[in-house]
């Protein structure tokens, strides 16, 4: 299994608190992903990271930030946290053509 | 953007039954991948095939790229191959893997 973990697993917390996830990866692969998973939606992408310190916008980025310091870790941060952030979160790594994985999701319900 | 759908949205089946999941998308793609999404969360990829045939076990892909669908075959199906099968198309930028998710076909096999 590749090394990708996140913390916390599950969160609840109150609507207008920032709240901050995290993704850590002991597989030294270049790229990270932030996705959102709803019913009927699937999962779509939040934010990405191409390198320590560059990172980009998915399609369902609005209400999020994120950061990359090194390359092990991948913090996405929701400033203000909405009901309608209540989801699950999975990360993923990738280190090249066909090597994608997915840790095991943060369920997270804002109140 | 692309359009990922899947169809069914929902499938029963018995123990033993053979099944076919399809992935429809709008545009053309270098890759796509099939993730089996087990009832505890985990997504665990199965499939990258943007093209032809990959058989692995019971389970088989075939992408027919200039037709925009891919198709997913299980069969002798088992209880233990229930929950949420998605497919998802890549788009690339600056290397990486960007998802794009369908919705998903949830499976459920019945002993």
């Known amino acids: 299994d590749a090394g990708i973990t996140q913390s916390p697993r599950h969160k609840v917390t109150e609507t207008g608190t920032p709240v901050t996830l995290r993704c850590h990866q002991t597989?030294?692969?270049?790229?990270m992903y932030w996705y959102r998973q709803d019913p009927g939606h699937g999962l779509r992408l939040i934010h990405y990271?191409?390198?320590?310190?560059?990172?980009d916008k998915g399609e369902v980025s609005d209400g999020y930030s994120v950061s990359r310091s090194k390359t092990e870790d991948f913090l996405l941060t929701l400033e203000s946290a909405t009901s309608s952030q209540t989801s699950v979160y999975f990360c993923?790594?990738?280190?090249?053509?066909?090597?994608?994985?997915f840790g095991p999701g943060t369920r997270l319900t804002v109140l | 953007g692309i359009q990922v759908e899947q169809s069914p949205p929902d499938l029963i089946l018995q123990e033993g039954a053979n099944s076919t999941l399809r992935c429809n998308f709008s545009?053309?793609?270098?890759?796509l991948q099939w993730f089996h999404q087990n009832p505890w969360g985990q997504l665990i990829n199965l499939f990258y095939i943007p093209s032809g045939t990959k058989q692995n076990g019971r389970l088989s892909a075939t992408t027919v790229a200039t037709e925009r669908y891919s198709l997913l075959y299980i069969s002798s199906s088992q209880t233990t191959d229930s929950g949420v099968y998605f497919c998802a198309v890549e788009l690339y930028h600056q290397g990486a893997q960007k998802l794009v998710f369908g919705q998903g076909t949830r499976l459920t096999i019945n002993p």
């Open positions: 990271s191409y390198g320590v310190k560059d990172t």
């Open positions: 993923a790594i990738s280190g090249g053509p066909d090597t994608q994985y």
């Open positions: 545009d053309s793609v270098n890759n």
């Open positions: 597989e030294n692969h270049r790229y």
